[in-house]
């Protein structure tokens, strides 16, 4: 299968340079030439596949033609060794628990995924280079990038992150993992960590010396496989009993969990409608009240990954719809929470369901309250453990969050970094010396 690039200015490339380029020269996001209906045999059986089968189903229609079946199964079954259990939570509400993965968010999946992937390339290459993959993070990122890297062959992985700008366990989960994780402890901001980071990808000939790739959400190998469970929410619903379409509400950040959606339904899932659920960062939401798509810079919340001012996947969406702002209102409604709402309805259903949502699933889970009509059930993507946000949600409910043995793992580790100052030569100087 072939990638075009949604600025429709760049050549079309094979899987292996869209992923190992992650952003196509004209500065456009890849897109896959077809998006295949799967047969409605598949959809009759699913409720009595695994995860993991169900996975590799959707992995073959997007990757089959260029990795070898035997290989994409085992790149699939590697990634997914993790449940993704879909919750009741109310009568008419389910909760999709994608918390279950090593760094106990979402992006476990698309990271895991994605380095597997690149190893694959990378090992199939004669002269295989070793790939330096550098990240900058504000927080979460950074260990799901870490993690799914993680011992990975032929990769190093470089994390650059603010100087006492992350929480405690966010840091634990990417500074103790030693083996081909290094962390870079910047003396400066998130703006700073990105910055170096851009610089070394232009430096010429730093990018002679050593092979330089980045793994951010737009890469298509780590938003794609976020399709996989948007099917088995799908399986287990049905499994339950269930005989009408879902809605499917996503807490939107960049966008590539929802895109992952969109995809997913495009391949036939039935999947009645989907809500894309903002904190004040509503963007998309003015986007389908005005028809008008104004980025703005982000502001602060408590749900902070979905702090997003200018939503990457927003071009993907566009494209997908060929830029039908009516047909794009028709799949996808938009809403926005400020935090009072958010930490409400946090507290109001751990009180009365017994459920913990995250501060980003508690958006999901309100915005279904809200639109659910009689007779609808919805399913919400709680897209990260609550621990992660422990001082956020213990000051919510005013009871301690346990935090689950994934977490506790990495409280044990000692931390290693490197600490240097917010300077491009100085951060040069580093990862030429590290090779
Ligand atoms: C990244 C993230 C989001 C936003 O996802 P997008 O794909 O960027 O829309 C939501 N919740 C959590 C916990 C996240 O880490």
Redesign the pocket.
């Given at each position: 299968m072939k990638y075009y690039s949604t600025n429709k200015d760049a050549p079309q490339v094979q899987l292996e340079d869209a992923v190992i380029k992650g952003l196509a020269p004209d500065k456009g996001l890849y897109m896959p030439e077809n998006i295949h209906r799967l047969p409605d045999a598949f959809f009759h059986n699913i409720q009595d596949m695994t995860l993991q089968e169900i996975a590799f189903v959707v992995a073959n229609n997007f990757f089959g033609d260029d990795i070898d079946a035997k290989d994409l199964q085992h790149i699939v079954y590697d990634t997914l060794n993790f449940d993704i259990p879909l919750v009741k939570v109310t009568d008419n509400i389910l909760s999709l628990e994608?918390?279950h993965g090593p760094t106990a968010?979402?992006?476990d999946v698309g990271a895991r995924f994605m380095a597997r992937l690149l190893s694959y390339f990378i090992n199939k290459k004669e002269n295989n280079k070793t790939v330096n993959v550098l990240v900058a993070t504000s927080?979460?990122?950074g260990s799901?990038v870490a993690n799914g890297f993680l011992g990975v062959d032929g990769i190093k992985v470089f994390v650059l992150y603010p100087k006492g700008k992350v929480s405690e366990i966010q840091e634990k989960q990417f500074t103790t993992l030693g083996k081909n994780i290094t962390a870079i402890e910047v003396d400066g901001t998130f703006d700073d960590c990105q910055r170096l980071v851009k610089d070394a990808f232009m430096d010429d000939d730093l990018n002679n010396r050593m092979f330089l790739t980045s793994a951010n959400?737009i890469n298509v190998a780590r938003?794609l496989p976020?399709a996989f469970y948007y099917f088995y929410a799908y399986a287990q619903y049905k499994k339950m009993g269930y005989t009408d379409m879902p809605v499917m509400c996503?807490?939107?950040?960049?966008?590539?969990?929802?895109?992952?959606g969109l995809f997913a339904a495009k391949m036939g899932l039935p999947i009645k409608r989907f809500i894309?659920a903002n904190n004040r960062n509503d963007i998309f939401l003015q986007y389908l009240n005005t028809g008008v798509y104004t980025p703005r810079p982000s502001v602060q919340t408590i749900?902070n990954?979905?702090d997003?001012g200018d939503?990457?996947?927003f071009a993907r969406i566009m494209d997908l719809y060929e830029g039908s702002h009516g047909d794009i209102s028709t799949h996808i409604s938009g809403v926005s929470y400020d935090d009072n709402q958010i930490a409400h309805t946090l507290a109001e259903t751990y009180e009365k369901e017994g459920y913990l949502l995250?501060?980003?699933?508690a958006v999901g889970f309100r915005a279904l309250q809200d639109s659910l009509q009689p007779g609808e059930h919805g399913i919400f993507?709680e897209?990260?453990h609550p621990a992660?946000?422990k001082d956020t949600v213990d000051g919510i409910t005013g009871q301690e969050v346990s935090i689950p043995e994934t977490l506790l793992h990495f409280m044990k580790g000692t931390k290693h970094t490197h600490e240097i100052p917010a300077f491009y030569p100085v951060f040069r100087d580093f990862l030429v010396s590290a090779k």
């Open positions: 994608l918390f968010a979402f992006k927080g979460d990122t799901a959400s938003f976020q996503v807490p939107s950040g960049n966008f590539g969990n929802i895109t992952a894309a749900a990954a979905m997003v939503p990457s996947n995250d501060p980003h699933g993507l897209t990260a992660k946000f």
